[in-house]
Nanobody
Framework: QVQLVESGGGLVQPGGSLRLSCAAS????????MSWYRQVPGKGRELVAY????????TYAGSVKGRFNISRDNAKNTMYLQMNSLKTEDTAVYLC????????????WGQGTQVTVSS
């Protein structure tokens, strides 16, 4: 069955770095664009970063641009989010999403990984 499994979250001090991974299985990873979202309690999900099927095109939320880098390895069916210069306001559950490009296909979500930025 389809699975998206995030890992790499944890507790880090302000200014620190973390690398999140999203391992995909059960679907053709290379046919899906991918994205990272984050969510804090009481708020909706915020799009953090997006990457095209080949990885050639990426976009970022203004709040993370220049600090975060999204990438993917289609041979490993895995997407990454390198997060640098972390701030307390980056604290959230980070979720990955597979974005279908063909009509009628479903999107898929992972369960999320907690990132806490605190001193």
């Amino acid at each position: 069955q389809v699975q998206l499994v995030e890992s790499g979250g944890g507790l880090v001090q302000p200014g620190g770095s973390l690398r999140l991974s999203c391992a995909a299985s059960g679907f053709t990873f290379s046919r899906y664009a991918m994205s990272w979202y984050r969510q804090v309690p009481g708020k909706g999900r915020e799009l953090v970063a997006y990457i095209s099927t080949s990885g050639a095109a990426t976009t970022y939320a203004g709040s993370v641009k220049g600090r975060f880098n999204i990438s993917r390895d289609n041979a490993k069916n895995t997407m990454y989010l390198q997060m640098n210069s972390l701030k307390t306001e980056d604290t959230a559950v980070y979720l990955c999403k597979a974005v279908p490009l063909r009509p009628g296909e479903s999107d898929y979500w992972g369960q999320g990984t907690q990132v806490t930025v605190s001193s």
